[in-house]
């Protein structure tokens, strides 16, 4: 081939999706969504695979470095300061500005419609109960917890909605947690 032209580049279809992609020198058979999901995939493998290797690799690491570094450095003066001249800088403002701005668009899309009225009958229907812990809690402190969360596309809905104390709350995140009404004993 003369010099100064271009080779016409090689397509190939994504061994995930019907994509096209250009074939470079590695060994690429993904598009970029198919090779995220398929490295997702192969390490969820290797960790279910080798839980005790890792238990066992982490149970070391703390002992040599102690389990409570990140702690100890977070509550020292240094860390303060850190953190404080990180919270003011513009990466962590812009950071919070994107999360907020994904939080917004969820919940824009999602269906809201539940009323005070629901939502004191969804109390008394568990009692003022946490769903998960089965804890019992001022009406105050239960938060209004998405059984199925927003960014999965739940809604607040009487039918998505169960109390859940603080604490479950946050420990719950965004994942799906059996509800402890349905547990079998």
């Known amino acids: ?29 993904f598009c970029g969504p198919c090779s995220t999901k398929a490295h997702g995939i192969s390490d969820k493998r290797y960790h279910e695979r ?4 890792r238990l066992s690799y982490l149970k070391e690491w703390q002992r040599k470095n102690g389990a409570a570094s990140n702690r100890k450095f977070r509550t020292s003066g240094a860390g303060k300061t850190w953190e404080r001249e990180y919270r003011q800088c513009a990466a962590y403002k812009a950071k919070q500005a994107r999360r907020a701005h994904r939080r917004r668009q969820r919940t824009k ?27 019992r809690f001022p009406r ?13 596309g739940g809604g607040l809905t009487a039918a998505n909605v169960v109390p859940a104390c603080p604490s479950c709350n946050s420990r719950k995140g965004a994942g799906r947690v059996e509800l402890a ?5």
């Open 1 to 29: 081939m003369p010099s100064g032209i271009l080779a016409k580049p090689e397509l190939i279809q994504c061994s995930g999706c019907p994509m096209l992609i250009v074939r470079d020198h590695s060994r690429r058979r």
């Open 181 to 185: 009404c349905y547990r079998r004993r």
């Open 109 to 135: 899309s999602t269906i809201s419609d539940l009323t005070a009225d629901q939502w004191k009958q969804i109390l008394d229907a568990y009692n003022r109960h946490c769903a998960y812990c089965l804890g």
């Open 50 to 53: 080798n839980r005790d290797k």
């Open 140 to 152: 105050a402190e239960l938060h209004r917890d998405h059984f199925i969360p927003v960014v999965d």
